[in-house]
């Protein structure tokens, strides 16, 4: 059971736009620590794909974008292609665990 | 920039120990955290702790308090993460990864050590 929550899976047609959640508590999210979110393709190390709620570090596309409110956050992939289809993390970090802490993934399938 | 080479897969039996080494070039420790995470196969990424490299400060994720120790070395750039009391549920990928802060995010990641737990 991960402290912050995604949903399992989400997918979308090319073109399409998709978002994934991630719900956290008055620990995390909701206590204003910033949200950030983690690419990892098949066979691959995570990548950051946005740091501090919606910034996009240098060489990630602007099709991809972040948001936080409240106890939660969300990722939107506008333009869907193939090469998105990967496993997508949340992170935060939480003051009653005092750590880091990591949604437990989302798999987006390019239909 | 920072690149982070970690040390090659290893085999354990239950019970034994395992040290995984990291070795960061391309910038110097200051000013920076050195963050463990772990990825069991087929599922999410956990974190497990992170250091202060430069000044040697440890926090470790509550679940794993009294297996873990982490330790770095200044003088070679290197960070090493010691598990101990090895459990099945302990195979991963093990990954190093630089931290902003302590409530930061990671913008640089080795390249993973398999750590398989088997009798």
């Known amino acids: 059971q991960s402290v912050l929550t995604q949903p399992p899976s989400v997918s979308g047609a090319p073109g399409q736009r998709v978002t994934i959640s991630c719900t956290g508590s008055s620990s995390n999210i909701g206590a204003g620590y910033d949200v950030h979110w983690y690419q990892q393709l098949p066979g691959t190390v995570p990548k950051l794909l946005i740091f501090g709620n919606s910034n996009r570090p240098s060489g990630v596309p602007d099709r991809y974008s972040g948001s936080r409110s409240g106890t939660s956050a969300s990722l939107a992939i506008s333009g869907l292609q193939a090469e998105d289809e990967a496993d997508y993390y949340c992170q935060s970090y939480d003051t009653s665990l005092s750590g880091s802490v990591f949604g437990g993934g989302t798999k987006l399938t390019v239909l | 920039q920072v690149q982070l080479v970690q040390s090659g897969a290893e085999v354990k039996q239950p019970g034994a120990s395992v040290k995984v080494s990291c070795k960061a070039s391309g910038n110097t420790f200051t000013n920076y955290y050195m963050d463990w995470v772990r990825q069991a196969p087929g599922q999410g990424l956990e974190w497990m702790g992170i250091?202060?490299?430069?000044?040697?400060?440890?926090r470790y994720a509550q679940k794993l308090q009294g297996r873990v120790t982490m330790t770095s070395d200044t003088t070679t750039n290197t960070v090493y993460m010691e598990l101990s009391s090895l459990r099945s549920e302990d195979t991963a990928v093990y990954y190093c990864?630089?931290?902003?802060?302590?409530?930061?995010?990671?913008?640089?990641w080795g390249q993973g050590t398999l750590v398989t737990v088997s009798s």
């Open positions: 250091i202060n490299p430069s000044g040697g400060i440890t």
């Open positions: 990864a630089r931290g902003t802060a302590v409530a930061g995010y990671f913008d640089d």
